[in-house]
């Protein structure tokens, strides 16, 4: 059955419109984005094939341009205008950073971190450089390593907090291997940067693990710092 003759408030589209884009679920929003379906499938049904394929919505979107065009009802210009939608996301999510004392939102650095980091498939260091008033002044990608490793140099840390004069700091890194939660060495490092910019009177606000699927671990909930 079509998906013009399901009944009216069963239909992704309208749903959305009355409900609001949080009644519908991951593939009724899969569903709107590809819009169409394949034979003898609709766009949910296409969509619900997807997410059981990729095993997650976060695997699906950041699933290669390759893995993601060789599925059936997809291709290289489906995958360009889903890259697309996710890269307007994290924009929109950066521009609310810059606007806003990031002590005063926490959900929102957790959501910008997870779109930043999450899909990646290498370990990334990333640094958010923030002013007197908590306020970013510039998030940079400082580290990059494998799989399961990154090389993070302390002087190369400070370097760029002072470059900046930022007051503050919030680090983040990924852990694409899946692991969620902060490791021996990550504990370590956390403590020999909070050190090192202790000297140059420059505070460390939380460190975030951000696995490749689920929540970023907050270091200072944690009562690491």
Request: proline share 4%; hydrophobic share 45%; glycine share 6%.
């Amino acid at each position: 059955m079509a998906i013009t003759d399901w009944p009216t408030d069963e239909r992704p589209r309208e749903k959305l419109l009355a409900r609001g884009a949080g009644a519908l679920s991951d593939a009724e929003l899969l569903a709107l984005f590809l819009r169409v379906g394949i034979r003898g499938h609709t766009a949910v049904d296409l969509a619900r094939q997807l997410i059981a394929h990729f095993g997650t919505l976060t695997r699906l979107c950041s699933a290669s341009a390759n893995d993601f065009a060789a599925l059936p009802g997809m291709g290289l210009a489906k995958y360009a205008q889903l890259q697309a939608v996710m890269e307007l996301a994290r924009r929109a999510l950066g521009e609310t950073l810059a606007e806003r004392t990031l002590l005063d939102s926490p959900q929102v650095v957790r959501d910008w971190l997870r779109l930043r980091l999450g899909h990646l498939p290498h370990e990334t260091f990333c640094i958010m450089l923030l002013d007197a008033r908590y306020c970013l002044i510039e998030a940079v990608d400082l580290f990059r390593g494998t799989l399961t490793q990154t090389s993070v140099y302390p002087r190369e840390v400070v370097k760029l907090v002072l470059s900046r004069n930022a007051a503050s700091v919030i680090l983040a890194h990924n852990h694409p291997s899946g692991a969620t939660e902060p490791s021996a060495a990550d504990e370590m490092l956390t403590r020999a940067l909070k050190d090192a910019l202790a000297l140059i009177d420059v505070r460390i606000l939380d460190h975030f693990v951000v696995p490749g699927h689920g929540k970023p671990v907050s270091f200072a909930e944690r009562g690491l710092l």
